[in-house]
């Protein structure tokens, strides 16, 4: 007779990430940032000179290189990461849409914006395959930045039972100080901030159609169509539109003032919805969560 092998006692295993707090979410992003960071040093050293130094967006060699290749990496590694820790079905599974009327606002207005730069930009000053790469770049970044921030931080943050303020605030604060990084780019200091000021607001509004929508992919719908349409009208990265004349420039310049604005009275006004915050974090997984539902 064969005797069975005792061996030993059963003990449950839980990864790193199965008791989210405010720390690992900032761990993530901070750990995302300093890779995104290595892959395009890794890749300058490489392709170095297919980047036009002068003017990034020049050709079409330089637009992939430069900005298209590191953010699809980064955007590919998230995507393995998120599934690695089991957060793929929560970032990016359906949940029940909760809000109030008002926090429509904010999305339009980003939605106002888009349209605007769009209408203001002259497209016979781009080639097809720069309009390609440029909007091929818009689609990554939003994936990344959407599923790393309202994706990957925002479910650690509900896991770890915050209230839905403190969960809008924080992952917005963190999308926001992403853009800290510019500096190493040699950005001016007055024009990083402001776009901190800039990307903490359309954050917020981010959070907001998430939470309005139901999904993450209404946020990274409306990202990727923000930045490309945003670098076409402004013929740079991270430039401003504000210098260009005509109706349309107005518009989207006073939508993205009004924006900012409304996302800091917004922070006041956002509260809880006990159906909605019970299905986030059912959805969420996160035993801490769980147990203070």
Request: proline share 3%; aromatic share 8%.
């Amino acid at each position: 007779m064969v005797q069975p092998v005792d061996d030993g006692p059963v003990t449950s295993r839980t990864g790193f990430f199965d008791r989210p707090t405010p720390g690992k979410a900032v761990l993530v992003i901070v750990g995302y940032l300093a890779y995104y960071l290595l892959v395009g040093l890794a890749i300058g050293a490489v392709f170095g000179d297919e980047v036009d130094q002068g003017d990034v967006l020049a050709t079409a060699a330089s637009i992939f290189f430069a900005l298209v290749l590191p953010i699809a990496i980064g955007a590919a590694t998230l995507l393995g990461f998120a599934a690695a820790i089991g957060r793929l079905r929560p970032v990016f599974g359906r949940r029940t849409a909760w809000g109030r009327p008002w926090m429509w606002i904010g999305p339009a207005l980003a939605l106002i914006a888009v349209v605007g730069h769009a209408a203001a930009t002259d497209w016979s000053d781009w080639r097809p395959e720069q309009l390609l790469l440029i909007a091929l770049l818009g689609v990554c970044v939003g994936l990344a930045e959407e599923l790393a921030t309202r994706g990957l931080a925002v479910e650690l943050l509900r896991g770890a039972g915050r209230s839905e303020r403190f969960v809008m605030v924080v992952s917005s604060l963190l999308f926001a100080l992403m853009h800290l990084t510019n500096m190493l780019s040699g950005m001016k200091v007055g024009t990083v901030l402001i776009t901190v000021v800039y990307t903490f607001g359309f954050g917020v509004c981010m959070y907001l159609v998430m939470r309005l929508t139901g999904t993450i992919w209404a946020a990274i719908a409306l990202h990727a169509v923000t930045d490309p349409t945003t670098i076409l009208a402004s013929g740079g990265i991270d430039e401003a539109v504000a210098h260009h004349t005509g109706g349309w420039s107005v518009l989207s310049s006073a939508a993205t003032i009004l924006m900012v604005v409304f996302s800091f009275v917004a922070v006041f006004l956002v509260r809880e919805d006990r159906r909605g915050r019970a299905d986030a974090a059912g959805l969420s997984g996160g035993g801490a969560a769980a147990g203070r539902r």
